[in-house]
């Protein structure tokens, strides 16, 4: 009984790593992936200036997801056909050809997204509404998570190196990463000294168990953690 859960647990983590690597692999070897990340990360950054609804966010956590998802799917089919031919074939470009239209119309549709949303934002950026904005602390702090994660992605798919899953090794470590930058954001978001001294505590832990567990070096942990603080400070201060 043990055993088939340890099976079951086992696949599921597996399953995890190889979705983890073929997210690694598109942003290292596809430029169309590698600037659809830079994109999010500017466009999740303009979201930080802009007083922006529930629905306005999801709207564009959507377009930007499927923007990576017609990108990947379009990958995958590229890569299936050229290992079922090396020769020219109509139906193996009109595979390529119509993958290629899905991501220009999941492209298409972001933009059109972005233009509903943020044309009338720039016209009434005023200084009323950036105070507004530089208040609301959760919707930075969620903002400020995802753009740890999109940056993690994008230095690991630059300087990993080792064999095996993305998730174990490269240059950060994003488990350390992301501990840190909660704990600083909860250093901002709270005067409670405790709160704040266990947070930090908790997120050193984070980065010791990915040492003792062998999975990264201590350097590519320090790497994690000072990029969570010093992303996080950095967006506080300017918006707080």
Do not use: P, W
């Amino acid at each position: 009984m043990n055993s088939d859960k340890k099976v079951k647990k086992g696949k599921i983590i597996n399953g995890f790593n190889f979705a983890i690597d073929g997210l690694i692999y598109a942003v290292t070897k596809e430029y169309n992936m590698r600037f659809h990340v830079v994109t999010a990360i500017v466009v999740l950054l303009l979201t930080m200036l802009f007083d922006l609804s529930k629905i306005e966010i999801a709207l564009i956590g959507i377009a930007i997801t499927l923007v990576f998802i017609t990108e990947m799917i379009n990958t995958a089919i590229e890569k299936t056909v050229d290992l079922a031919t090396s020769e020219y074939r109509e139906l193996a470009k009109i595979a390529k050809d119509v993958a290629a239209g899905a991501v220009l119309i999941a492209a298409l549709n972001s933009v059109f997204m972005a233009y509903l949303i943020f044309s009338n934002k720039f016209m009434f950026f005023t200084q009323n509404v950036f105070m507004k904005i530089r208040r609301s602390k959760s919707h930075i702090a969620f903002l400020t998570i995802m753009l740890i994660l999109l940056l993690v992605v994008l230095l690991k798919s630059i300087f990993h190196t080792k064999n095996g899953s993305h998730v174990q090794g490269g240059a950060v470590s994003g488990h350390s990463a992301l501990a840190f930058s909660i704990a600083t954001i909860l250093s901002f978001m709270t005067n409670q000294g405790m709160v704040i001294i266990f947070s930090f505590v908790l997120a050193f832990l984070v980065a010791e168990s990915r040492v003792e567990g062998g999975i990264h070096a201590i350097s590519e942990v320090i790497m994690g953690a000072l990029l969570g603080m010093a992303a996080t400070v950095l967006v506080f201060k300017i918006l707080i």
